[in-house]
């Protein structure tokens, strides 16, 4: 008599992720992650990466564009813990991601022996939503579900799973049902008629718009919000994704990430609403009021812990597009309230601090060039549906001087201020693009400190053959360090200067194509031929060192 072939824990894991459109996944493997991966899907794709952290950030990437969870796969309290600076980034990212790593097996877990994770569910924490590992090996498919119901529900985010190595053989005669979840919620509608009496009210509002109105696709819901009432638009300060279109007329920029400085900038409102962001992002100290006299705050966010830690402002929880259309809605506009006249917006945009002050050259040959000129010759170079995936946190002002973002989904960056996030999700970026009808060109610009945070997402890219240009401003120092010890008058700090790094012989040894470009004409020909080109090219720039102000 012949018999069925048993259905294996792993069998059933594959057969939900093929029914949850899951069939990606980013890892480097280890020991006790090979009996997942043993005899891998032919319908499922690896996407191999050289370290914990690249695999993350590239599966983030990948994520933000498909706007669909992710599959890690990492090695066991050693790959996890290369991988928890871009677990900490996808957690302020909000992005949904289900992170698994193996652990040893069942019968040796009491004794811990080499590479346990002896406390799997702690490890993670605080940047998981959910940290789990199953009691049987039965529950392990059944726990796959209830991580993805947990990674997509607002506010999204990573989870983990834990699974010892011997329970994807064992046998599974269970069923496990691919569910769907909600992953937005509406805010109370009372609390919206009250926000919208008070911004009907105001004599001058302003809006505060943050990431998540990006994540929600919602840059055409705010733009009719801003114009019914005809307030100026700020984004949120250090914000990943920009918020509201940067060549509209009531765009005014980013708001700084220090206290007084911030509060400076919204004096002469009455009223202010933050929607989608925290309030407020803060990182250098420097004192001051929360918010200027007269001006009270309203909040809306889709994390109850947001709209708990706040220092100040009147609170509600939901879903950042919903408000904004409930607002539309309701929000009554005084007839006095006249179309306002473009207002003036900041040079520098969405970053939340000016440029630093640098000697320009003159002529296309003069060297180094300075960072603002770099970038305006990479704008004037790229099509305009560019991606920019930025990383270079010394000349952030000069990039988005030089870069306005005025499409959506075109601009990524990491809400933790964690390096080593962008260039591996500029893969992950470039491998979604890749999938779209009409793929768009990606850009990365990393700076040479960053770049080697996860420098071996490079061979990634190279394997995969995708047509990244990643651009490397070469400064050959730690500039956004020397501006934190003058502002926190630590002289003599070492360690601040990284000269020596050979960048493009770097990318040329992971399989990229690298160059040299000195001057505008070396960029305009690098950057041209890039485009043209089936695999990843790293262009290194040297740029004038400059210190950067902080606010």
Request: hydrophobic residues 45%; negative net charge; aromatic residues 8%.
């Amino acid at each position: 008599m012949s018999h069925s072939p048993v259905r294996t824990v792993r069998a059933a894991t594959f057969d939900l992720l093929r029914d949850l459109q899951i069939t990606t996944v980013f890892g480097n493997p280890g020991s006790t992650e090979e009996t997942f991966l043993k005899e891998f899907p032919a319908d499922f794709r690896y996407v191999h990466t050289l370290a914990e952290a690249s695999a993350v950030g590239a599966a983030d990437g990948y994520a933000q564009i498909t706007r669909r969870p992710a599959l890690v796969n990492v090695h066991t309290a050693a790959g996890l813990s290369n991988a928890m600076s871009n677990i900490m980034t996808a957690s302020m990212n909000r992005t949904p991601l289900i992170i698994t790593a193996g652990n040893q097996t069942r019968e040796m877990l009491l004794m811990e022996p080499w590479l346990t994770n002896v406390e799997p569910t702690e490890l993670p924490k605080p940047w998981v939503k959910w940290s789990y590992e199953p009691v049987r090996a039965d529950d392990v498919p059944a726990a796959f579900m209830r991580a993805y119901a947990m990674a997509t529900q607002a506010p999204a985010g990573p989870v983990f799973l834990s699974v010892p190595l011997d329970d994807w053989d064992q046998p599974f005669d269970g069923e496990v049902i691919a569910r769907s979840t909600s992953t937005r919620y509406a805010p109370d509608p009372d609390r919206m008629a009250e926000f919208a009496s008070r911004l009907s009210a105001a004599k001058n509002p302003a809006f505060i718009f943050g990431a998540a109105v990006a994540r929600g696709e919602g840059w055409e819901h705010a733009v009719r919000l801003a114009e019914k009432l005809e307030a100026p638009v700020w984004a949120a300060p250090a914000s990943e994704r920009a918020p509201f279109p940067e060549d509209h007329r009531l765009y005014r920029g980013g708001l700084p990430f220090a206290i007084g400085p911030l509060s400076e900038k919204l004096d002469g409102h009455d009223l202010a609403i933050v929607i989608g962001a925290p309030v407020f992002r803060y990182y250098p100290y420097v004192a001051g009021d929360y918010l200027p006299a007269g001006l009270t705050l309203l909040h809306v966010s889709d994390d109850p812990s947001e709209t708990a830690k706040a220092p100040v402002g009147d609170s509600t929880v939901g879903d950042a597009v919903l408000a904004i259309d409930a607002l539309i809605d309701l929000v009554h506009v005084p007839a006095s309230r006249a179309t306002r006249d473009a207002i003036e917006a900041q040079p520098h945009r969405l970053a939340p601090h000016p440029p630093a002050t640098a000697v320009s050259g003159s002529s296309a040959d003069a060297t180094p060039l300075t960072a603002q000129r770099l970038f305006d010759v990479l704008r004037e170079v790229s099509p305009p549906q560019t991606v920019l995936v930025e990383e270079s946190p010394s000349n952030l002002a000069e990039l988005h001087t030089a870069w306005p973002v005025v499409r959506p989904d075109s601009f990524f960056t990491m809400a933790s201020g964690s390096l080593g996030f962008s260039l591996p999700a500029a893969v992950g970026i470039a491998l979604a693009e890749r999938e779209r009808d009409a793929p768009r060109p990606v850009l990365a610009v990393i700076g040479d400190g960053s770049l080697q945070y996860s420098v071996q997402a490079l061979w990634t890219a190279a394997r995969e053959r995708l047509p990244l240009v990643v651009v490397v401003p070469c400064n050959a120092e730690y500039a956004i360090l020397k501006a934190f010890a003058d502002l926190e008058q630590t002289p003599g700090v070492p360690g601040l200067d990284i000269a020596g790094i050979d960048t493009a012989g770097i990318a040329r040894g992971y399989g990229c194509t690298g160059v040299d470009a000195a001057t505008e004409d070396d960029v305009r020909a690098a950057v041209d031929e890039a485009w043209k080109r089936p695999g990843p090219t790293v262009i290194a720039v040297p740029i004038q060192p400059t210190v950067p102000p902080l606010v």
